[in-house]
């Protein structure tokens, strides 16, 4: 049982390149989250998918696509990034959203650095 | 922002000691969680306090909330330096069921 996986850990792109950060989760959950972290702040919502088939707005969109291609993987795409995408990212999932106390499980992270 | 705000923003304390950390934020919620953050990973969680209690216990952790003044802490007992780590408390908007994560306090415990 490996719970939430993310790929790549770390990843370094040029200005105006364009990416997929990968994540899965095998905990059959419904609802899976895209998160940014920068130095000095707590987590910011990018993305989130309340079951298969939706996806969401979160607090930073701007600049980020999301897919949930099925119940267990929900990627992020960056088509032409930007320094400010400067961050870790880390996908969340829990087992329905979590307006009743659900429990969000965290993958490790990916850190993207643009040039 | 929606963030919440943590206080203080870092504890260096020896191990032994208790370490208290406070969370305040903005809107209505129906729950209040804290995470723990090792450096360099993901976020783990620690525990859950729903909006109508007012205290709860789960091993050397006691977590607290006032709703009246939208505030929550969290206490860690007799600290050990396998507590270094970042804490950070999230709450449910009752409104819009966003997780909103606040800043974060980096806790330092020196063996």
């Known amino acids: 049982n490996a719970g939430v996986t993310q790929t790549p850990k770390f990843q370094v792109l040029k200005t105006g390149q364009s990416m997929t950060l990968q994540c899965a989760q095998d905990?059959?959950?419904?609802?899976m989250y895209w998160y940014r972290q920068d130095p000095g702040m707590g987590l910011r919502l990018i993305y989130y998918?309340?079951?298969?088939?939706?996806?969401d707005k979160g607090e930073v969109p701007n600049g980020y696509n999301v897919s949930r291609l099925n119940k267990r993987e929900f990627s992020l795409r960056l088509e032409s990034a930007a320094p400010s995408q400067t961050s870790v990212y880390f996908c969340?999932?829990?087992?329905?959203?979590?307006?009743?106390?659900?429990?969000?499980?965290f993958g490790p992270g990916t850190r993207l650095l643009v040039l | 922002s929606q963030q919440g705000e943590e206080d203080p923003q870092a504890l260096s304390i020896q191990e032994g000691e208790n370490a208290t950390m406070n969370c305040s934020y903005k809107?209505?919620?129906?729950?209040l969680q804290w995470y723990r953050q090792n450096s360099g990973r993901g976020l783990v969680h620690l525990i859950l306090?729903?909006?109508?209690?007012r205290e709860k216990h789960s091993g050397r952790l006691r977590v607290t909330l006032d709703t009246s003044k939208k505030s929550s802490s969290l206490l860690i007992t007799a600290s050990r330096a396998a507590d270094t780590a970042s804490y950070f408390c999230?709450?449910?908007?009752?409104?819009?069921?966003?997780?909103?994560f606040g800043t974060g306090t980096r806790l330092k415990v020196l063996a």
């Open positions: 998918s309340a079951s298969e088939g939706t996806t």
């Open positions: 999230a709450t449910v908007d009752s409104g819009t069921y966003k997780y909103i």
């Open positions: 969340a999932s829990s087992a329905t959203l979590l307006a009743l106390g659900e429990t969000q499980y």
């Open positions: 809107t209505s919620i129906n729950n």
């Open positions: 306090i729903r909006s109508n209690e």
């Open positions: 905990m059959n959950h419904n609802s």
